[in-house]
């Protein structure tokens, strides 16, 4: 007697649930909890790494983030006028700098700036600055093309508008364009925010001070201390407090856009 569709498609499904308890069940009998438990969620070394996870390394990857955001957006902005510009050597400038960056790994800039300019010009360059520069360097690369796109994307009747009510062709960029510009662009920036949260981990490199340990420092340096995977998963879990509200408002926000649409 053959068997319908719908029929074949159980037996199927069921095999699958069938293969994936046996596998859990092999999986659960062959591991050894207690070795589980002491190196990923060993209790009192979880316990030893607050405060100071939370007061110093989370709250210096926010800032370390922001501060590259915050220089990469204004950077980027500028970038992506440039990119639009009527006058070729801009564009050519914007072009270039957009490749260079987006080509060279976040490592490179981090040493670069964090080494190679130090002693290549004898100066000394303040450690926020150096990340802030190092974060925001690469990440105007990425948020220029953004950007641009979002100036595309605006209607041209828009600035024809503003242009019959007097506004010069700057003023009718500055006024109009750009801001709504933004607003489409706000989905994929959020996007970069996380990126550069993550990004920020490369600030270890530059040798930080006690008070200027973020997360993944915090967490390399408890882990060589208490040899346990624990301070790395809490570690994890507070890149995970900052990025995973993020990618919930790119969602909020990505619904709001399609909406509007």
């Known amino acids: 007697m053959s068997m319908s569709r719908r029929q074949r498609v159980r037996l199927v499904r069921s095999a699958q649930y069938a293969v994936l308890a046996v596998v859990l069940v092999v999986v659960a009998q062959a591991t050894d909890w207690g070795e589980i438990q002491r190196a ?6 979880a316990k030893a790494q607050f405060p100071d996870i939370i007061t110093t390394a989370l709250v210096n990857t926010v800032v370390y983030t922001l501060l590259g955001f915050g220089f ?34 976040a490592l490179l800039v981090f040493i670069a700036l964090g080494f190679g300019v130090p002693l290549a010009f004898q100066v000394a360059i303040n450690q926020y600055v150096t ?5 925001g360097l690469v990440g105007a690369a990425y948020m220029a093309e953004t950007i641009r796109a979002g100036i595309q994307a605006v ?24 801001p709504q510009a933004l607003r489409i662009v706000l989905p994929p920036l959020t996007n970069e925010l996380i990126l550069l949260t993550k990004d920020s981990s490369l600030v270890y490199l530059l040798g930080l001070s006690l008070s200027q340990y973020e ?9 060589n201390q208490n040899r346990s995977l624990t301070p790395i998963l809490i570690a994890g879990l507070c890149y995970l407090v900052i990025t995973l509200p993020l990618g919930h408002l790119v969602r909020r926000l990505e619904a709001r856009t399609a909406r509007a649409r």
């Open 40 to 45: 990923f969620f060993d209790v009192e070394v």
């Open 72 to 105: 990469g957006l204004a950077l980027g902005l500028l970038l992506a006028l440039m990119r639009l510009s009527q006058v070729p050597p801009y564009r050519w400038l914007a072009i270039v700098y957009i490749e260079f960056f987006r080509g060279v790994p």
């Open 131 to 135: 990340v802030m520069l190092a974060l």
């Open 155 to 178: 209607p041209k009747g828009q600035t024809e508008a503003a242009r019959s009510l007097g506004m010069s062709q700057s003023r009718a960029m500055v006024s109009i364009v750009i």
């Open 215 to 223: 997360l993944a420092k915090f967490g390399r340096d408890a882990l």
